[in-house]
């Protein structure tokens, strides 16, 4: 009666990334992450008892938005066309803005999701809901990027106000970037934006909750990094930075 259960070993070790990782690995991702990062391999139904068993399953829940506003003043043709997958790092970025809800009101988060390995490039928050919240994180973007831009750039967005203002069509003349944009009421043309914000308010906002700006933009900063340089993907069995760094 008082020997250790025999996946005692193992269900720590899954605690403890569970832990470091902010409870979001379901099973499969958590088999990757043992057998890339601890030499442990275990049929993934394993894994799925084990975390059952000791309580380690992920804490999620999910939920969507859609939401327009203002008068369009430039459109653009759909060049995307939902072909979400890119040869080389910043050809292809998506874009897109949601918002975060605290005590204090709510938080304009705006982002520029990379293609090539699904990275976040560029994000900045607000209380308002602006052109230049979304002209600040091109800004920033091509910044940290301008070395290593592909010949041409596409960014796609949605028909939101701020991509169909003047300021974001001479923004974007400016930088040579090529625009795309969703068709109306077509959510699934910037699905790959979208994707981002469900895992972020999944995996995080939802869980803990802000009751301040200053939390919430704490909570941000702290997941996007963890999801750059940590989270592992399904698809590719490491982190997005790591692909983009040995390309």
Same mark, same amino acid.
């Given at each position: 009666?008082?020997?250790?259960?025999?996946?005692?070993?193992? /269900?720590?070790?899954?605690?403890?990334?569970?832990? #470091? +990782?902010?409870?979001?690995?379901?099973?499969?991702?958590?088999? @990757?992450?043992?057998?890339?990062?601890?030499?442990?391999?275990?049929?993934?139904?394993?894994?799925l008892?084990?975390?059952?068993?000791?309580?380690?399953?992920?804490?999620?829940?999910r939920?969507?938005?859609?939401?327009?506003?203002?008068?369009?003043?430039?459109?653009? %043709?759909?060049?995307?066309n939902?072909?979400?997958? =890119? %040869?080389?790092?910043?050809?292809?970025?998506?874009?897109?803005?949601?918002y975060? #809800?605290?005590?204090?009101?709510?938080?304009?988060?705006s982002?520029?999701?990379?293609?090539?390995?699904?990275?976040?490039?560029?994000? #900045?928050? =607000?209380?308002?809901?602006?052109v230049?919240?979304?002209?600040?994180?091109?800004?920033? /973007?091509?910044?940290?990027?301008?070395?290593?831009? =592909? =010949? %041409?750039?596409?960014?796609?967005?949605?028909?939101?106000?701020?991509?169909?203002?003047?300021?974001?069509?001479?923004?974007?003349?400016?930088?040579?970037?090529?625009?795309?944009?969703?068709?109306?009421?077509?959510?699934?043309?910037?699905?790959?934006? %979208?994707?981002?914000f469900?895992?972020?308010?999944?995996? +995080?906002?939802?869980?803990? #909750?802000?009751?301040?700006?200053?939390?919430?933009?704490?909570?941000?900063?702290?997941?996007?990094?963890?999801?750059?340089?940590?989270?592992? @993907?399904?698809?590719?069995?490491?982190?997005?930075?790591?692909?983009?760094?040995? +390309?």
């Amino acid at each position: 009666m008082d020997r250790p259960e025999k996946d005692a070993g193992l /269900a720590e070790t899954i605690r403890q990334q569970q832990s #470091k +990782c902010f409870h979001t690995y379901g099973y499969r991702r958590m088999w @990757q992450w043992l057998k890339e990062n601890k030499g442990i391999y275990h049929n993934p139904k394993t894994i799925l008892r084990v975390m059952q068993k000791y309580g380690l399953l992920a804490e999620i829940r999910r939920r969507r938005k859609w939401k327009q506003m203002g008068q369009q003043v430039y459109k653009y %043709e759909n060049l995307l066309n939902r072909d979400f997958h =890119a %040869e080389a790092p910043n050809s292809k970025w998506v874009t897109d803005i949601s918002y975060i #809800k605290t005590k204090q009101g709510v938080l304009y988060l705006s982002m520029i999701r990379d293609l090539y390995d699904n990275s976040i490039v560029s994000y #900045k928050t =607000a209380t308002q809901q602006t052109v230049n919240l979304v002209l600040d994180t091109i800004r920033q /973007a091509v910044r940290r990027e301008k070395k290593k831009a =592909a =010949a %041409e750039l596409q960014l796609h967005s949605d028909q939101g106000f701020q991509y169909t203002s003047q300021a974001y069509f001479k923004l974007t003349q400016q930088y040579g970037i090529t625009p795309s944009m969703s068709r109306r009421g077509n959510p699934y043309d910037n699905a790959m934006a %979208e994707n981002f914000f469900s895992i972020l308010k999944t995996e +995080c906002i939802y869980r803990h #909750k802000p009751a301040t700006f200053s939390e919430a933009n704490e909570m941000i900063d702290r997941y996007i990094h963890f999801y750059n340089y940590e989270r592992i @993907q399904s698809k590719t069995g490491v982190a997005p930075l790591t692909l983009r760094h040995s +390309c």
